[in-house]
């Protein structure tokens, strides 16, 4: 294990050897190897003749928060929508390359249990025109993840309760999730995708759409889950990942170039393009 | 500006606002028009007769037209027995599955189908039904209604599932669903109302048609008992006493045309009512 932070630390996370770790300051890390929850290499995305992705190798740790950075169009949502395979919807996409969850490719299973194991929350909440409770309900339902009435209303209230929104609908449970606010709204789908106990959630640009408060709440939310949780968050906004993040990457043009502590990146990149990005200079 | 152009401006606009709010008035009144000559004189010699007896002979008065609307009713339900399954499967496959020449030849084929005159689709039936059985029938006439029904349940259909957003069926894969799960218990359910909507007044439509049925379910002074005997139907019982030259048949001509009128005027009013609840749900 390496004690403090080189000048390439991203390179050296992009191959992936087994004692590439780095360490934040003060608090000691395990090894990448045993820690990685996600982990790829060397992956290369199409989208028909355009690569939108080169390369991109990274490893995402177990029960920290990972946030993706960079420029409109730099393919960091692109990267987080291969991690669940949701780019297969999108018609002459193709992928290159390896990500293997726990160590078994993701391109190996059925992509129904893989999207279970790896929950994902979207830029604009899209609660399904159903009750709250119904919302909730629904990845137990047709998972079948639940043994009778009284197990799926507990699984409900414990999901809600996870989201930090249990108190807001407890009394509205049957009323239709468009009567709630845009912030309630993300928090649903959050508990939504919470509901069915994934072990990764990704959250792509999940407080775009909502104001500071409601922002601050899914902050708060996300702190929360990463005990039980590994969690990847796509964001625009560079205060947010320093807020929220343990490490950052950041993404230009479709490459990986930089991926370290979010202290690191912030405070001491080692790449010029991550610094003129962080502070600023251009994006 | 000076103030010749402008005089002459607001000149031109009073004309044009005449003109248009004159046509809006046109186009609004002729229904207004019809429905009060219809209940003037067709309203006049309703009775509950009129609901519950069959015709009489020539020269004998009073009588009614029972069997007319049983077998309107008849007729609208074998057309719905065809029509429907196919026309709402088929946009099923267009808007969730097609995608290639075979979606855009079957979408050109049923554009054509909307276009064929109601008539031609009659000897159709005539020639496939009539023809062999040797004999007029409910069955036939139903079919005709049915043939005509299924080029606008495909596309009406279609139509209202491709207004599903993405992100819903985004985020009901993203829980695991697979895509035949998430069209069944997501994107369906959210096109709900409008697809009842489209087949209510589908159904309204060809419940007053005439054309179709003078030469396969024919007519019957009697009561048409099961499928294979020739009925009688509101809009043909409309034709018939319309061109006939007694009095009292006039009259009985104007209620069942009344009738029917505000037969199809309630499925529109109760179609639209559920598509305007829809929307208060939906976004």
């Known amino acids: ?267 001491t990149p080692a790449c010029k393009e991550t610094e003129d990005y962080v502070t600023g200079r251009f994006g | 500006m000076t103030n010749g152009l402008l005089l002459r401006r607001k000149a031109v606009n009073a004309v044009m606002l005449t003109i248009t709010g004159l046509c809006a008035f046109l186009a609004a009144g002729v229904l207004v028009y019809i429905l009060g000559y219809l209940f003037v004189h067709g309203a006049a010699s309703l009775n509950w007769n009129f609901f519950t007896k069959l015709p009489t002979p020539v020269g004998e008065t009073g009588g009614g037209m029972a069997n007319a609307i049983v077998g309107s009713a008849k007729l609208v339900m074998i057309a719905s027995c065809v029509g429907i399954p196919i026309g709402f499967l088929a946009g099923v496959y267009l808007a969730e599955f097609g995608g290639g020449t075979f979606s855009f030849l079957v979408r050109y084929v049923t554009d054509l189908l909307n276009g064929v005159p109601s008539i031609v689709i009659g000897i159709f039936a005539y020639t496939v039904i009539v023809l062999p059985q040797k004999h007029f029938s409910a069955l036939a006439g139903g079919l005709a209604l049915g043939v005509m029904m299924i080029p606008i349940a495909v596309r009406s259909t279609e139509e209202f599932l491709r207004a599903v957003p993405v992100s819903l069926r985004e985020g009901a894969v993203a829980l695991g669903a697979t895509k035949a799960k998430s069209i069944l218990t997501v994107v369906i359910p959210a096109a709900k109302n409008g697809i009842i909507t489209g087949i209510m007044l589908n159904l309204a439509r060809v419940s007053g048609e005439t054309a179709p049925l003078l030469f396969t379910s024919f007519s019957n002074r009697y009561w048409s008992e099961g499928l294979s005997q020739p009925t009688a139907a509101l809009p043909v019982m409309i034709f018939t006493y319309a061109i006939a030259p007694y009095e009292d048949w006039h009259q009985q001509a104007w209620s069942a045309g009344f009738v029917l009128l505000t037969l199809v005027l309630a499925v529109n009013v109760i179609a639209r009512l559920i598509l305007a609840r829809r929307k208060h749900v939906a976004r």
């Open chain 1, 1 to 267: 294990m390496m004690p403090a932070p080189t000048k390439q630390p991203s390179s050296e996370i992009k191959t992936a050897a087994p004692a590439a770790a780095n360490a934040p300051e003060g608090e000691g890390k395990p090894t990448m190897e045993s820690d990685a929850k996600l982990c790829a290499t060397n992956l290369n995305f199409f989208y028909g003749s355009f690569q939108a992705l080169h390369g991109i190798s990274m490893q995402i740790y177990t029960n920290k928060v990972t946030a993706f950075i960079g420029p409109s169009g730099c393919g960091k949502s692109t990267f987080l929508r291969t991690l669940n395979r949701m780019y297969e919807s999108v018609r002459g996409s193709r992928v290159e390359g390896t990500i293997l969850l726990d160590g078994q490719s993701i391109f190996d299973v059925e992509v129904s249990g893989l999207r279970r194991r790896v929950g994902m929350v979207f830029q604009r909440s899209n609660p399904f025109p159903k009750s709250i409770f119904e919302n909730v309900a629904y990845g137990l339902r047709i998972n079948g993840m639940y043994e009778d009435r009284a197990g799926l209303r507990d699984s409900v209230e414990r999901s809600l309760r996870r989201a930090a929104l249990w108190d807001e609908v407890k009394d509205k449970l049957n009323q239709s999730a468009y009567g709630l606010s845009g912030g309630q709204q993300q928090r649903l789908c959050i508990a939504r995708a919470l509901a069915v106990d994934p072990e990764v959630l990704l959250l792509d640009e999940p407080c775009s759409a909502l104001d500071p408060i409601a922002t601050a709440k899914i902050e708060d939310l996300i702190f929360q889950l990463k005990s039980s949780c590994t969690i990847v968050i796509v964001t625009h906004n560079m205060q947010q990942a320093a807020r929220v993040a343990d490490n950052t990457g950041f993404f230009l043009l479709g490459r990986l170039i930089e991926f370290d502590s979010t202290t690191v990146i912030f405070k």
